[in-house]
């Protein structure tokens, strides 16, 4: 794979040199540039197209969660994505940065390797929550209620082993645990992942949970019974 490019977003330039530091030591990351403010990101990622955006929410002119938002927007295929930093550890934080479009959630301090792991999730594809934190997010939806309430389209159709990896996702099982429990290769699960991102037109495994929730899918989908092989999800 080659060297993944990446925008750090901060305004506190001692912040951004450190990151820079730290990912220098990397042979596989490049950082290709730097931005003070979510305005300045949403131009740099226009001009230097990185891979991963390491963006901060609290900074002048436009904040992380409107940056990333334009950003996300721009970039439909989820072609550059976005890792909040941020020294705020709340369901608030969380829930409004996935709702922006970013694709993981790493607190500041977070150990070094904590860092690189998150630009190599969300660069595969990933990401970077725990289930724990998907399983939050749930019954975070299930509270508020005005947050969805309407169907955004009309469903694509789903093969039944397609809705049963859905059903799995939606409770926040990785690739490895849902492979183990639908008694399938991993390879086969990662297929059957990517097939749902086209077909839901998501960019990872957290906004296949936003759009079920959005969607009336996910008391159906996290129910104790699971659909049989070849049904389709309810409409």
């Not at 990397?26 to 991963?52: C, K, M, N, T």
């Not at 609290?58 to 930093?85: D, F, H, S, Y």
Request: aromatic residues 4%; contains cysteine; hydrophobic residues 45%.
């Amino acid at each position: 794979m080659p060297q993944t490019r990446v925008l750090i977003v901060d305004d506190q330039p001692l912040v951004r040199q450190g990151i820079r530091a730290v990912l220098s030591v990397h042979p596989a990351i490049h950082v290709v540039g730097e931005a003070a403010d979510g305005a300045e990101a949403v131009r740099q990622v226009r001009a230097l197209r990185p891979d991963v955006v390491l963006m901060d929410i609290n900074m002048p002119r436009m904040n992380g969660l409107e940056a990333t938002r334009r950003i996300c927007e721009a970039e439909p295929e989820g072609a550059v994505k976005v890792v909040i930093l941020t020294m705020f550890d709340d369901d608030d934080h969380v829930f409004a940065a996935l709702r922006s479009g970013a694709s993981g959630f790493l607190l500041k301090d977070a150990p070094t390797e904590k860092l690189v792991e998150a630009i190599n999730e969300v660069r595969s594809g990933a990401a970077l929550l725990s289930p724990g934190v998907t399983r939050r997010l749930i019954a975070e939806f299930a509270r508020r209620p005005a947050f969805g309430g309407r169907v955004r389209r009309r469903l694509p159709d789903l093969t039944g082993r397609e809705w049963d990896v859905l059903r799995l996702l939606i409770q926040g099982y990785g690739n490895q645990e849902i492979a183990q429990a639908l008694v399938l290769g991993e390879s086969t699960v990662k297929s059957h992942v990517q097939h749902l991102y086209q077909k839901l037109g998501v960019r990872d495994r957290v906004h296949v949970v936003i759009f079920a929730y959005e969607n009336g899918l996910v008391h159906s989908a996290t129910s104790e019974t699971p659909p049989q092989v070849g049904e389709t999800h309810p409409r």
